[in-house]
């Protein structure tokens, strides 16, 4: 039987991920949404923000003012890889920007390695978010895990208001619709590209940085995360930040609970040694059919940004 | 590297006299990716190794080709044919990982050169498949798991709970560790590989309430388990035991989060030999890092290349005379005893160690011998005598 508190603990752990893939598919689904640009390296710039935070880290002694140096120093590579690289891309095929940013992640992969050495790097605990919090069931957890649920939903908030509530939200909306209208009615879309593409770059640059504390910081640290971040986009449905949202919190949870729970499920069902052989693999699998399943049901996605 | 082969060459024209002769050795490791890092220790092991001998390996003048295979059986199987063919080296050393070890492991011995791992051992090849050109100067794969099983065993741990990633180095490790722990196993846990995040099965874990916690999680998977379980509070309640997860490659992005947890190995930075403080005390000054399990093995492959060549008096060519010189295994290995079995695998002991900080410095000590003379399940399977 699965016990209540487990249930929830595992529940906080998957709204926990959620939110994690939550920042990298913002920014990425914005940027495949309005510029119509396949971004492979977007988990290189997450990796380059967990680098840079262990760097500022390393240097000033404090993780908050590491973060504080880490965002807006990602998203000055973002401009800059945008201004050199990517806008050469947009008039191009989808195979062409797919090699192009194939390239960029071989790049910072051994960009990362060539400065900061072959060794994954160490990114300590602010002191005051090292403990754990006491949760009614007896649920212990880390509070750290609570600072990036906290982070994340206040980013989720601050999209919400920038894109429903302001004039560049709007550009970005009406991007998003038809970008050839919004460049016919004197829009300078260029501009707004690099926007959109700093905008993602540094929530990739936030939530590298805030897995510092967690993951190991090394070279390839990225595709991981890359892999993931691409099924919610497609599950959500492209270019909308609610559907990334709501997409990334019901990957983060399918994911836990799938791993938390499907090996255990079988061994009911199963004799152990099956059991123990499909376990992991359905576990791991499971995110991946249900993508398929999304895809073969409802290719614009759960949630499509609207009007598209 | 094309210019330090050069400088080599050049070196060994200029320095020896006419008719001295140079040893080829070509080194095979996985020096890229994030697994890099262990190639690089296992080659700046080795080149101490060399260095340790006069710069000389039995008096002949060293050749070192290093080649990447990037982790990759297909490229590790190309760089060893164009040693073996294009290079025509005299010995084959290095490889990091098993996969790699499976794909070069025919071609290599059947052109009958010798091939010493300084890491790689996989069970075929220490069983039926074994060789009279293979020598390991590193353990089989199932030990180290094998003596922590052993240790909680004789420590009296009752419930164990064991996780590792899902492919095959994975199932051996935990099955090593079951050889001789005979008390429960709460759960045996299998996760992706390279997964970056373990709180769902550290969730689940903690639930399960087992007394001791056994792990093998190797490279960059080590640093996300070790600091997500410190981070979740577990350490302390529920012990972690581990193999290839603490060391020396990976403690320093652990962090504090890796202090006062175990595991087992073939080798510790503090063993009392003079071979052992020698090679710690110089690896320490020239590299300016810690030495690690990975680069100990090396440096005993290159002492024990050396010692064989001067058996032989040189003489490359002779075979038989190499081979009974590597059984011999006349050099001070920097593990205390060490001899080979039947098939080419140590007879060695396994110890304890606990990740402590000391002076600043985060160092994994030893606790003690688990394991005495101890020869790996598989040399019966061996025909070689």
Known sequence: MIDPQLLAFQALNGLQLGIMLFLMAAGLTLVFGIMNLINLAHGSLYMVGAYLAAAFQGWTGSFLLAALLAVPATLLLGVVVEIVVLRALYEREHLDQVLATFGLILFFNEAVRIVWGPNALFVALPEFLSGQVELPLGIIYPSYRFAIIAVGLAVALFLYLLIARTRVGMLIRAGATNRAMVGALGVDVKLLYTAVFGLGTALAGLAGLMAGPILSVESGMGEPILILTFVVIVIGGIGSIRGAFLAAVLIGVIDTMGRAFLPGLLRAAFNPSIANAVGPALASMLIYVVMALVLAFRPQGLFPARGA | ?385
């Not at chain 2, 080829?24 to 080659?43: D, E, R």
């Not at chain 2, 050109?133 to 794969?141: G, K, P, V």
């Not at chain 2, 990633?165 to 050889?179: E, M, S």
């Open chain 2, 1 to 385: 590297m094309k210019k330090m082969i050069l400088a080599a060459a050049a070196a060994a024209l200029l320095a020896s006299p006419a008719g001295a002769q140079s040893v080829k050795i070509g080194f095979i490791a996985t020096f890229s990716g994030p697994g890099g890092v262990l190639g690089q220790h296992l080659y700046d092991g080795f080149m101490l190794g060399i260095e340790h001998q006069g710069g000389k390996l039995g008096g002949l003048t060293p050749e070192v080709l290093k080649e990447d295979d990037q982790f990759k059986p297909d490229v590790g199987l190309q760089a060893a044919q164009k040693l073996l063919q294009r290079d025509k080296v005299d010995f084959i050393s290095g490889i990091v990982f098993s996969n790699v070890m499976m794909a070069i492991y025919k071609p290599v011995i059947d052109s009958q050169t010798f091939l010493i791992s300084s890491n790689a051992g996989p069970s075929p090849i220490a069983g039926a498949q074994c060789s009279p050109y293979f020598f390991s100067t590193a353990w089989q794969n199932d030990d180290p798991h094998a003596a922590m099983g052993k240790h909680l065993q004789d420590k009296g741990i009752k419930r164990v709970y064991l996780m590792a990633p899902n492919y095959q180095a994975g199932k051996d490790a935990l099955t090593g560790f079951k050889r001789y722990f005979k008390g429960e196993v709460v759960d045996e846990v299998y996760t992706a590989v390279n997964q970056p995040d373990y709180s769902a099965e550290i969730a689940t874990l903690r639930a399960a309430k087992p007394d001791a916690l056994y792990v093998f999680y190797p490279g960059g998977m080590g640093v996300n388990f070790v600091k997500q379980y410190a981070q979740a509070g577990l350490t302390k309640t529920i012990p972690l035991y581990s193999a290839f997860t603490v060391d020396a490659t990976t403690v320093a992005a652990q962090g504090d989060a890796a202090i006062g947890t175990f595991g087992t190995a073939f080798w510790t930075v503090d063993l009392k030999n003079p071979a052992n403080q020698k090679f710690v005390a110089d690896f320490r000054k020239k590299y300016n890092y810690e030495p690690s399990t990975y680069a100990a093995q090396a440096y005993d492959s290159a002492q024990l290349i050396g010692a064989a060549i001067k058996a032989v008096g040189g003489k490359l060519t002779d075979k038989d005379g190499l081979r009974a010189a590597f059984k011999k295994a006349d050099f001070k290995s920097v593990r205390g005893p060490f001899k080979f079995n039947t098939n080419g695998f140590p007879i060695q002991n396994y110890y304890l160690y606990e990740t402590v900080r000391e002076n600043g410095k985060l160092l994994e000590l030893g606790r003690g011998t688990v394991m005495t003379d101890q020869a790996d399940a598989y040399a019966k399977d061996c025909p070689l005598k």
